[in-house]
Each structure stands twice: as structure tokens, then as C-alpha cells.
């Protein structure tokens, strides 16, 4: 039953899935750009290099040969993987998968050309002239993003006209890889929004957990809360979304899958095919697996029976607020001291400003309200500070 999984990319996520990883006797490479990444601290082995050098990623694959390839960021040469495929490696959840995640662009003709799912209006720009083209065609307020990148980087808004050469800069300075190009879509009137983590199996029917709510500041997940409340029907159209997407990328593991919800219906936003940041909240025990044990069970084709929520829960990031290569925190003693909650230190060597650090979760029994467990779970990150 021993496998051996190279994790391309070693943050807080992929920490948490080495540990469950190892709860099940599994042996795990962590790879990432630099030393000392959160996973690499709690795995036998790992590798420093650029995951957008194809040569140096062909080395790492040949040089351990894995059972699994388990991507956990954005910036790879995720062409790569076809050919891996080809050589007989497993690539989760597929290199389709990875292949068209990792660019807004592929996902998002996905899933509104073939698949016919409900989004936002978008066009495409290449340079500020064309962007400025997008964003008459779409109107104001729209929402550029970059094509490549993660946690919000390169995202803004335009609100008017001198709002465009400030976006298309900041899109480069936030891109990852070497696409220059955006996504203009139109800004969707949501009244909430929410990630369905939902799980393909090599063997058995997709499953989904309770629904999390999260909000967002500056295009990054601050706090999370499951299950959220939402309408049964707008529920079962989410999951039908989720359903055809995942099935057209083909793969087992579990999916982040976001969708607006306003009162003209369910969008499709974005899709990561592995754990999502917003599902750390079931890092509270909200549900019988949380979503790192689930992944790794989809992947090593485990029977998964079912997913039930035990309790409710919530989340909210620790942020830093300077940067330092030696960043301590205040007022864990307080955060220790409190009940019904948990905390995770992610154990990153350096902070800069409203760099995730650290996340609080808290819970209850189904019978309490989500509001004021997502309330206390803010309050108690308030209280802990990242310092030089």
C-alpha cells in the first residue's frame, strides 16, 4: 500500500497533506522554489527548484519516479505532465486537469463554451490597448485577473477609465509563469459566494461536502465557514456544475469549486483540482474527513462511503503585516487559551504584508449558528500578530 507521491508545490495546503499523507504510511517529495517551505518541514525528502524549468521538473520525475505527481500551485510547466501520463505516471487528478486549472483561460472555455455552464461575461486582453478594448465590450465594473496566479495576485477591479493602465500593471506584476495575458470578466451582482469541495473517485460516485461559505479581501480568502446556508436548489445546481466539470477533466481527488450565487442563479467561477484554501475550515473536524484526507484517499483509490458534516466550523487567516526573515507571533497564549477552537502556525520562513501565516478555526455542535462560531474565529485571529 506504500506509495510514493512527488508534491509539486509545498505550502500551508501541502503540509497538511503530507501529515495525512503520512497518517497512512505514505512517503511524500516535497518540491517548491525555495528551502524550508511549510511541507518540506514534515516530509523524509524533498527538491528546490523552478517548476517553470521543464528540465529541472523531467529531472525531479525521473530521479524519483513516483506512484502519484500531486500538483499544489499554479506556476508548473503543467504541459509536462501529458507526457509524463505517457510514460506511465499518474498525474492528479489528471494532466488534463492540471493543464487546463492552471490557466483561467482553459478552464473558463471549458466550462462556458463545451460544457454550457452559467459565468460571468469575460473577454481576453494581451496588452493594456486590448484590455482597454475588453473593458468597453464588457462595461464597468468589471474584474481583471491574470490568467496564471493564485491568492488574488494580479486581481483588481476597474470602477472607470484610469482604473485600466493601473490594472494592467499590476496583472503583470502578480502573473505567474511567463502568460502576459488577462481575463476581463463582467462583475457578477452575487449575493454570496461559496466552494464546493467535491471528490471524483477512481471507483464509486462523486461526493460533495457541506457547502463553505468564504469571503475575500483583495481576491484572497480570509474566512470560511461550513456548511453555508443556502436554498436546496441553487445547492443541487451547484453540484450538478461540479459534477459535469470534474467529469470532463477527468481524474480522482478532491476539487475546490467555486460559484456565485445571485438572485438570477448559480455561476461557475473557478475550479482548483486539489484541496482549496477556504477548506481549511474543515481542518475543525466539520466533516468525517477533512478535505486533505479525502484527497489522498481519491487519490489512492480508497473507498470513500460517504462524507457527513459532525459539527459546524469556521475559519480566519492569520496575516502578516510587515516583512521579516524572522517572523514571531503574539498572543498565542490567548488564541491556546480559548475554547471550541484550533489554531495552525504554517511554519513559513519569511513574511511580507497579508501573507497567510497562521489560521484560526472554531466550531460548535450542529444545533448553534455559524454566525457567531465565524465571528469568534475572527476575533481570535485578531488577536495574534506577526512581528520581526
Given at each position: 500500500?506504500?506509495?510514493?507521491?512527488?508534491?509539486?508545490?509545498?505550502?500551508?495546503?501541502?503540509k497538511?497533506f503530507?501529515i495525512?499523507?503520512?497518517?497512512?504510511?505514505?512517503?511524500v517529495?516535497?518540491?517548491?522554489?525555495?528551502?524550508?517551505?511549510?511541507?518540506?518541514?514534515?516530509?523524509?525528502?524533498?527538491?528546490?527548484i523552478?517548476m517553470?524549468d521543464?528540465?529541472?521538473?523531467?529531472?525531479?520525475?525521473?530521479?524519483h519516479?513516483?506512484?502519484?505527481?500531486?500538483?499544489e500551485?499554479?506556476?508548473?510547466?503543467?504541459?509536462?505532465f501529458y507526457e509524463y501520463?505517457?510514460q506511465?505516471?499518474?498525474?492528479v487528478?489528471?494532466?488534463?486537469?492540471?493543464?487546463?486549472?492552471?490557466?483561467?483561460?482553459a478552464i473558463?472555455d471549458?466550462?462556458?463554451?463545451?460544457?454550457?455552464l452559467?459565468?460571468a461575461a469575460?473577454?481576453?486582453?494581451?496588452?493594456?490597448?486590448a484590455?482597454?478594448?475588453?473593458?468597453?465590450?464588457?462595461?464597468?465594473?468589471?474584474?481583471?485577473?491574470?490568467?496564471?496566479?493564485?491568492?488574488?495576485?494580479?486581481?483588481?477591479t476597474?470602477?472607470?477609465?484610469?482604473?485600466?493602465?493601473?490594472?494592467?500593471?499590476?496583472?503583470?506584476?502578480?502573473?505567474?509563469g511567463?502568460?502576459?495575458?488577462v481575463?476581463?470578466?463582467?462583475?457578477?451582482d452575487?449575493?454570496?459566494e461559496?466552494?464546493?469541495?467535491?471528490?471524483?473517485?477512481?471507483q464509486?460516485?462523486?461526493?460533495f461536502?457541506?457547502?463553505i461559505?468564504?469571503?475575500?479581501q483583495?481576491?484572497?480568502?480570509?474566512?470560511?465557514?461550513q456548511?453555508?446556508?443556502?436554498?436546496?436548489?441553487?445547492?443541487?445546481?451547484?453540484?450538478?456544475?461540479?459534477?459535469?466539470?470534474?467529469?470532463a477533466l477527468?481524474?480522482?481527488?478532491?476539487?475546490?469549486?467555486?460559484?456565485?450565487?445571485a438572485r438570477?442563479g448559480?455561476?461557475f467561477?473557478?475550479?482548483?483540482?486539489?484541496?482549496?484554501?477556504t477548506?481549511?475550515?474543515?481542518?475543525?473536524?466539520t466533516?468525517?474527513?477533512?478535505?486533505f484526507?479525502?484527497h489522498?484517499?481519491?487519490?489512492?483509490?480508497?473507498?470513500?462511503?460517504e462524507?457527513?458534516?459532525?459539527r459546524?466550523g469556521?475559519?480566519?487567516v492569520?496575516?502578516a503585516?510587515?516583512?521579516s526573515?524572522?517572523?514571531q507571533?503574539?498572543?498565542?497564549?490567548?488564541?491556546?487559551?480559548?475554547t471550541?477552537?484550533?489554531f495552525?502556525?504554517?511554519?513559513?520562513?519569511?513574511?511580507?504584508?497579508?501573507?497567510r501565516?497562521?489560521?484560526?478555526?472554531?466550531?460548535?455542535d450542529?444545533?448553534?449558528?455559524?454566525v457567531?462560531?465565524?465571528?469568534?474565529?475572527?476575533?481570535?485571529?485578531?488577536?495574534?500578530?506577526?512581528?520581526s
Open positions: 500500500m506504500k506509495k510514493k507521491i512527488v508534491l509539486l508545490g509545498s505550502g500551508e495546503l501541502g497538511e503530507v495525512a499523507a503520512q497518517r497512512l504510511g505514505q512517503s517529495i516535497a518540491v517548491d522554489s525555495y528551502e524550508n517551505a511549510p511541507a518540506m518541514q514534515v516530509t523524509d525528502q524533498y527538491e528546490v523552478n517553470l521543464g528540465q529541472a521538473l523531467d529531472a525531479v520525475i525521473n530521479k519516479k513516483p506512484d502519484y505527481i500531486v500538483p500551485i499554479e506556476a508548473i510547466r503543467t504541459e509536462r501520463e505517457q506511465g505516471f499518474t498525474v487528478p489528471s494532466a488534463k486537469a492540471a493543464n487546463f486549472t492552471m490557466n483561467r483561460k473558463r471549458l466550462a462556458s463554451k463545451e460544457l454550457g452559467k459565468t469575460y473577454r481576453y486582453a494581451a496588452s493594456a490597448k484590455l482597454t478594448a475588453a473593458v468597453e465590450e464588457i462595461g464597468m465594473p468589471c474584474v481583471v485577473k491574470p490568467l496564471m496566479s493564485s491568492s488574488g495576485k494580479g486581481q483588481s476597474i470602477k472607470t477609465k484610469d482604473d485600466i493602465q493601473k490594472a494592467w500593471t499590476y496583472s503583470q506584476e502578480g502573473s505567474r511567463d502568460v502576459a495575458e481575463i476581463v470578466e463582467a462583475f457578477v452575487f449575493e454570496y461559496i466552494t464546493l469541495l467535491t471528490v471524483t473517485q477512481q464509486g460516485p462523486t461526493l461536502c457541506p457547502p461559505g468564504h469571503l475575500q483583495r481576491g484572497d480568502y480570509q474566512q470560511s465557514w456548511p453555508a446556508a443556502m436554498q436546496q436548489q441553487d445547492l443541487q445546481t451547484a453540484q450538478d456544475m461540479a459534477a459535469k466539470v470534474t467529469e477527468t481524474g480522482a481527488g478532491l476539487w475546490g469549486v467555486e460559484f456565485f450565487v438570477d448559480v455561476y467561477s473557478e475550479l482548483s483540482p486539489r484541496p482549496h484554501d477548506g481549511m475550515v474543515t481542518l475543525a473536524n466533516q468525517n474527513f477533512n478535505e484526507e479525502l489522498l484517499r481519491a487519490i489512492l483509490g480508497l473507498p470513500i462511503p462524507i457527513t458534516q459532525e459546524i469556521a475559519s480566519a492569520i496575516l503585516s510587515d516583512h526573515n524572522t517572523p507571533f503574539t498572543g498565542i497564549k490567548d488564541l491556546a487559551a480559548a471550541k477552537s484550533d495552525r502556525l504554517f511554519g513559513k520562513p519569511n513574511s511580507r504584508p497579508y501573507r501565516m497562521g489560521v484560526v478555526v472554531t466550531y460548535d450542529k444545533t448553534q449558528d455559524v457567531a462560531v465565524t465571528k469568534r474565529a475572527k476575533h481570535l485571529a485578531s488577536k495574534v500578530k506577526v512581528i
